[in-house]
């Protein structure tokens, strides 16, 4: 009754076509550990207009010795061993700060990041993949994280990348709206097959042409 009563209450959010379409994939990635998503990609313009935002906050790049301290904050959902591992990749953060709080972040890399379950996301020059933007409860629905996204860009148009890419469930009806907003696109999809151990990746023609994969170290 309750998966019913999920199935209704998103049928009348999105509607059935939807609805239906969302325990499809669902039932794919639990019994057939296939997963299919949606890659969107976003030009990083020269001179970004950033939309109203909290007055007070400042927004910067977050340097290692900051990214040391706040790792250790339980809040911010970062641990010192993730800290470690992107700054050694060559990853970058930017974030908001409310004086020397750190209230909302985004990562950027530039090469290969890893996502869950030991699967790996890979793209190519000029292309930024984009990845585990998070905000504070308290500072939530104030419009930061598009500002830190659209700050982010604009650092990494100075260091020669063009274009935002960044990934989302096929079903994620919420995000993919959200994202039309803020001028990303739909280039394509790419997924894979988690089977035995093994990764069988895939994407659309337009995705591979950016470099954009799914893999397996």
């Known amino acids: 009754m309750g998966r019913l009563r999920n199935i209704k209450n998103n049928a009348n959010r999105w509607g059935w ?40 906050l400042t927004y ?3 340097n290692e010795a900051e990214l040391s301290r706040v790792a250790r904050d339980p809040n911010l959902a970062l641990g010192s061993e ?20 750190l209230v909302s972040y985004i990562w950027r890399s530039r090469s290969s990041a890893p996502d869950a379950d030991g699967v790996w996301i890979k793209v190519d020059h000029p292309y930024s993949y984009s990845y585990n933007s998070f905000t504070r409860k308290d500072y939530r629905g104030q419009r930061i994280s598009p500002v830190v996204h659209l700050f982010s860009d604009n650092e990494m148009f100075q260091l020669g990348y063009r274009y935002r890419i960044g990934f989302v469930a096929i079903t994620n009806y919420a995000s993919l709206e959200m994202g039309k907003h803020m001028g990303s ?18 994407r659309s023609n337009a995705v591979k042409s950016t470099g954009f994969k799914f893999f397996q170290p």
């Not at 076509?17 to 313009?45: D, F, K, M, S, T």
């Open 17 to 56: 076509g939807r609805a239906l379409l969302h325990v499809l994939v669902r039932g794919a990635e639990r019994y057939l550990g296939i997963h299919i998503y949606v890659v969107r990609l976003r030009p990083i313009p020269a001179e970004p207009t950033y939309p109203t935002s909290n007055p007070k």
């Open 60 to 62: 910067r790049k977050i």
């Open 82 to 101: 993730f800290v470690a591992s992107a700054i050694e990749r060559g990853d970058l953060a930017f974030g908001a700060f409310d004086e020397d709080k």
């Open 185 to 202: 696109k739909i280039l394509g999809y790419a997924g894979y097959l988690s089977f035995l151990g093994k990764l069988f990746p895939f």
